[in-house]
Structures are given as C-alpha cells and as structure tokens.
C-alpha cells in the first residue's frame, strides 16, 4: 500500500496504463497490479454483500459541498466543520480502500492507519486517523477520470488532467461511468459514517456545480475563494511536491505554470455559469481572508446562510481545534514581480472581480506569504 493506487481496481488500472502507460519503475507496475489483484476476491464479495445494504441516494440526506480552488481554504473550512461530530465525512481508510471499506479496511485499519504519514506533504498539516480528507484519492481508485490519474502518470499529464477535471473528450458513457461510482462511493460513506448527512471537500468540483445539482438537487454548497496571486505561488509547491511524491512516470515536461493558470481560469469560468442558477439558500461565499482572520464568524455564516443548525452546540468543539492549530506554522513562498505578472496577464478578471490586491506592490523585490490554506 506504498502507493495511493494500490487501491484501485483491476477495470480502473488497465484503463488508464492503457491511455498513459505503465509505471516506469516495474517494481511498482508489479506493487500496484499485486496489490488490485490480491484485493479483487474480497472487493467482489464486499461488492455483492453490501449493495443490497446500502442505502438509495434518494434515501440519503442531500450532502453539503465545499467548493473552491485547491490552496483556497477549502481544507481548513472542512476540518473546522467536522469537528461538530454532526457530519459524515471522508476517513483517510476510505481514501485508500474505498472499494474494501467495510471488509479489508476493518481487518488491517490499524495497520493502516499506521502507515499514515505524520503530516500532509504539501502543508505540513498533521494527518491522524480521523483526518478529514477529499473524496478525489477515493475516487482516483474508482475510476479512470480523475484529476489524480494526471499526478500519478505525467506522461498523459494534460489529457488526464483535462478528462478528470473537465471531461474532455469523455463519452457520455464514461460521464455516466463516474457517476456510477460518485454515488456508489457516497452510499458506502453515508453507511460507514453511521448514516450522518455529509460533508464532502473536493476542489475539483468547483468546475461541477451544475451536474451536482441535478445529482443532488437539494444540496448546499460553500464556496471560498482566495487571492488569486497567493493560489498560484502556493500551487507552484502543490504540484512540485505531488509530482515528486506519488508520480510514476517521467514529469520534466509538465508545464506547471501554465496548468495553474489554465485550470484556474477555467475551473472559476465554470463555476461563475453554474452558480448563476444556484438560490441563495442554497450556496455562500466566503473569502479566505475571512475565514483566516475570524474563523468560528465565517463557520457561523456558513450555518446561517444555508439554514444548517447546530451551530450553538458544535462552538466549543470548534473552538478547540482552533485552538489545536493556533500554533501551527505556515508554508512562506517568496513571490516574485514575474509570478505576479503572470497572474495579472491571466487572472486579471477574478483578481477584479473579487478586488484583490497584488502582494508587496512596488516593493521590486517581489513579497513573502504564509500559507495554510488547502
């Protein structure tokens, strides 16, 4: 279980080593295959004992999205969230073994939450066995359109980048293939998480508000948006550190910069034409800085705008995570006129849009930010 993929299936692998190639390391090709193929027996029996098990989406309570660009806050929000004991959300178990979640995933949990890394790789955030985590790891092990699958094998960096963020060039057969296992991954949380509404974090689906609507047409969404020049230095890192950790293949051609600026425009293009048709009891917005400077304010409008109770009781909870994480230290990037040129050329509209500022203006020496935010 070295690698995230280890829990894929045998359908998902071949699909997408067929499209990207195999791993260039055979030692992993064979880790990987191994460990789907040793695992195949017990995900078929927990498949076939638990469907009838599961409950029907109709049945479940419409989840509650957090929606934004990755390095926007969206991470900070979800863990502050989660601390009411109100919500299902995703275990790092279930981000690993999301097929074998209530068989293998019993059987080894505390070996497998011993393997977990002591903090995130990309933040230093700790990372414990209740850690909140984003469903894209799970579904990367589901189905061959994830964002993950462009980390994972580089040598198709854009065209897996593009299907898993966009759907690019997907049938409508394999947009179906996805939802299938959405939703199939949604029943089996919503059980495992003793049948608790849920609350799922996944940047990805900013790009996806309109077809989540039509899946889940009385969900909610909170979506926090942050400046736009801070994104992309602290994206520059995001990319670096999970080429380097989980790619398998060769990535010195992946242009980083301009995957950030064109996911980034695109990504917010999408959601600013999705959103349009969205009420008011249904979504808030929130800027990072909001949430940075007065945390437990922004989680109560969260609670107030959408009309989620329980805020009261979950304050004291709340306040004792923050207090946890008071002292954690954030990420510093220096930030350079060129970075921010870059930014301005691209991403000018939002940085309009939402009146950000350039960081360290007029300084020539470009600036210096701390960054938590996820």
């Not at 070295?2 to 990207?20: D, F, K």
């Not at 969230?81 to 275990?91: E, I, L, R, T």
């Not at 299938?180 to 799922?200: A, D, N, S, V, W």
């Amino acid at each position: 279980m070295a690698h995230p993929l280890s829990g894929a299936n045998i359908g998902t692998l071949a699909t997408v080593t067929g499209r990207s190639g195999l791993p260039s390391n055979p030692l992993e090709t064979a880790a990987i295959a191994g460990a789907a193929l040793a695992r195949w027996p017990f995900s078929t029996a927990e498949g076939l004992v638990m469907e009838s098990r599961l409950p029907k989406t109709e049945d479940m309570p419409a989840p509650v999205f957090i929606l934004g660009h990755w390095r926007s806050g969206t991470t900070h929000l979800y863990n502050i969230m989660c601390q009411s004991g109100a919500w299902g959300y995703v275990p790092p178990i279930a981000t690993g073994l999301p097929w074998d979640l209530f068989g293998l995933a019993s059987v080894f949990r505390t070996v497998l939450e011993r393997a977990l890394p002591e903090r995130r790789f990309i933040d230093n955030i700790p990372v414990h066995p209740d850690s909140p985590q984003e469903d894209e790891f799970a579904i990367a092990n589901m189905s061959e359109l994830s964002f993950f699958h462009g980390i994972y094998f580089p040598r198709a960096f854009a065209e897996n980048v593009q299907r898993g963020l966009f759907f690019d060039g997907c049938s409508t057969a394999d947009i179906r293939g996805w939802q299938k296992q959405f939703t199939y991954f949604l029943r089996k949380l919503y059980l495992h998480q003793g049948e608790k509404p849920l609350l799922i974090k996944n940047p990805v689906y900013t790009g996806r508000l309109a077809m989540l609507r039509e899946m889940y047409p009385s969900a909610k969404f909170i979506h926090i948006h942050r400046n736009p020049y801070d994104v992309f230095v602290s994206m520059q890192n995001f990319y670096k550190k999970l080429l380097k950790q989980f790619s398998l293949q060769n990535y010195d051609h992946v242009d980083i910069d301009e995957t950030i600026l064109t996911v980034y425009d695109r990504m917010m293009r999408a959601y600013e034409r999705d959103v349009a048709h969205v009420s008011a009891e249904q979504l808030v917005e929130l800027r990072y800085d909001e949430l940075d400077a007065a945390p437990l304010t922004a989680v109560e409008k969260c609670y107030e705008n959408l009309g989620i109770q329980g805020f009261a009781a979950a304050k004291e909870p709340f306040e004792r995570y923050l207090a946890s994480v008071a002292s954690f230290k954030k990420n510093s990037f220096d930030y350079s006129d060129e970075a921010a040129a870059k930014v301005e050329s691209r991403l000018g509209y939002f940085i309009e849009k939402w009146g950000y500022e350039r960081p360290g203006v007029g300084s020539g020496e470009g600036a210096r930010h701390g960054d938590h935010a996820t």
